[in-house]
């Protein structure tokens, strides 16, 4: 009896040693394969990351290049346009100028046409006078 019990008790104790060894099992690789799993998921977007930065700086890069050529081009339309405007103000002063020289060569004409009157005038008045 106590045999028989003894007997009953060892293979209960084998058969959940057998149990506990199998879940252990089973347990280890579900933890290895969720390990997997999630360290491969990591991987993936470490990786996606990874290439986005690359992409960011290559474009930043670009963008970089892009603002000193643009930078450089504007610089060179305003001097463009600063050469233009110092034009127009010679434009201006030239023609500041003619219209002095046009009022001093009217002046000039009035004050010729007064002298070549009153020489007339005056002739006639000689030839009135002998």
Do not use: C, P
């Not at 099992?25 to 986005?52: F, W, Y």
Request: no cysteine; net charge negative.
């Amino acid at each position: 009896m106590y045999a028989g019990l003894l007997k009953e008790h060892q293979n209960k104790q084998a058969a959940l040693r057998k149990d506990n060894e199998r879940a252990w099992a089973e347990a280890t690789d579900s933890v290895k394969e969720l390990s997997s799993v999630v360290t491969d998921q990591v991987q993936l977007k470490t990786a996606q990351i990874l290439r986005n930065q690359k992409e960011l700086e290559k474009e930043a890069a670009e963008l970089s290049t892009q603002v000193s050529k643009y930078t450089q081009q504007a610089g060179q339309w305003l001097k463009a346009v600063q050469r233009y405007n110092d034009a127009l103000k010679e434009l201006g002063d030239v023609q500041s100028w003619a219209e002095t020289i046009e009022r001093d060569m009217l002046d000039v004409a009035a004050t010729l046409e007064f002298v070549h009157q009153g020489i007339e005038g005056y002739e006639d008045t000689r030839e009135n006078i002998q």
